[in-house]
């Protein structure tokens, strides 16, 4: 979303809280769940939010969409685009050169600032820097063939970047109306010659109905990525995430941390939530036909009160370049769970070939000698 997406302009959001003590910054400890000073060690609590910890309320989606939501819905950050992977990332207005924290592209920021809807909810990092590098370190280390360089050089290389990745969640009401055929085992038996002798044969057949129905499902909270610049191979494996455990936006929570902003529209991301939920209903009128086969002719699905929520959610990720290659390991900030692109060692293959080769030779050899 860009200035020209809006009527109004507003004030960049800065998310950097000075220490009341010294002055320096604080930053949010996930160990403690507050702010601590680095410099003094101040800490201060994080007040309840603008709804008083209450439930995250939905938003409308016709008037997301439409640009309609209110002013106080709406900021604008000042954000890195990368020339490589495309990320935009919000950084202070003090930062003049940066490295991408999704590939490792050195970049230049002078991109501006992005002008989008405010996150409703964030889930705040469990894991601190050191817990999520271990959770990395031992997840390279239960890969036998990825080079030893590659482990040592992450177990020993720079920090991991912790940043707030930007999500959709959609509810909506559904009814479907569907027809289809409803498929009923039976069995009968038949003659048939076998070696010259007649046998009875047990054949299965499908007895075909046609039924017609309609189901009814609430869908609650459809996470849908709002970023491009991970593999989703990555990001879907990361679940499972507890939204329980949203806490309402406060940009406290961003302290010490970087967010990158959503370059997948809030209209996009419903187009892939339609998809599941269709996935879903699918489910449900196979379920309702029953029988022991099903055949679905048509669904016709009616689509009421659709809501969303702008939500963020914590990843740390490192990104290396090794030997002139990019490799990036992605880790759930709440429960350590740990995904990247698997590393291969051509020595450590051509060793394990070599090694099945000499023992299928060995078990030959034997086998020969004892005949």
Not at 10 to 35: I, K, N, S, V, W
Not at 265 to 281: S, T
Not at 292 to 311: C, L, N, P, W
Not at 340 to 360: M, T
């Amino acid at each position: 979303m860009t200035s020209s997406d809006s009527k109004t302009a507003t004030a960049p959001t800065e998310h950097r809280f000075p220490c009341e003590q010294c002055g320096a910054d604080y930053r949010f400890d996930p160990a403690q769940g507050q702010l601590v000073c680095d410099h003094c060690g101040h800490t201060e609590a994080i007040n309840a939010g603008p709804w008083g910890g209450a439930r995250l309320t939905e938003q409308d989606f016709n008037a997301g969409v439409a640009l309609a939501l209110p002013d106080t819905e709406i900021e604008e950050t000042r954000v890195l685009t990368c020339p490589n992977c495309a990320a935009q990332v919000e950084f202070d207005p003090a930062t003049h050169a940066a490295e991408c924290p999704f590939c490792a592209t050195p970049v230049v920021t002078d991109t501006g600032t992005n002008r989008h809807i405010k996150p409703r909810g964030v889930l705040p990092f469990q894991l601190d820097e050191r817990s999520a590098h271990a959770a990395m370190t031992d997840w390279l280390g239960r890969l036998w063939f990825a080079p030893s360089g590659l482990k040592e050089y992450a177990r020993k290389g720079r920090r991991m970047q912790g940043i707030y990745v930007p999500y959709w969640t959609y509810d909506a009401a559904t009814t479907s109306r569907y027809s289809g055929q409803r498929g009923t085992i039976y069995y009968t038996t038949r003659t048939v010659v076998q070696n010259g002798k007649r046998v009875q044969q047990r054949v299965a057949n499908i007895r075909w109905t046609p039924v017609s129905g309609r189901v009814a499902r609430a869908f609650d909270d459809v996470l849908v990525l709002a970023s491009r610049s991970l593999p989703k191979s990555h990001t879907d494996a990361l679940p499972p995430w507890d939204l329980s455990a949203l806490e309402p936006y406060q940009p406290q929570y961003l302290a010490g941390f970087r967010a990158e902003a959503y370059t997948v529209d809030l209209k996009e991301g419903y187009q892939e939530a339609r998809a599941y939920m269709a996935r879903v209903i699918e489910r449900d009128v196979r379920f309702d036909i029953g029988g022991d086969q099903q055949r679905i002719s048509a669904i016709d699905s009616d689509v009421r009160g659709v809501t969303f929520k702008h939500i963020l959610l914590p990843i740390w990720l490192a990104a290396y370049k090794y030997k002139g290659q990019s490799y990036r390991f992605v880790v759930n900030g709440q429960t350590g769970r740990v995904q990247g692109q698997r590393p291969w060692s051509p020595v450590k293959i051509a060793i394990a070939v070599i090694f099945g080769l000499l023992l299928a030779a060995g078990i030959g050899y034997l086998t020969a000698t004892q005949q």
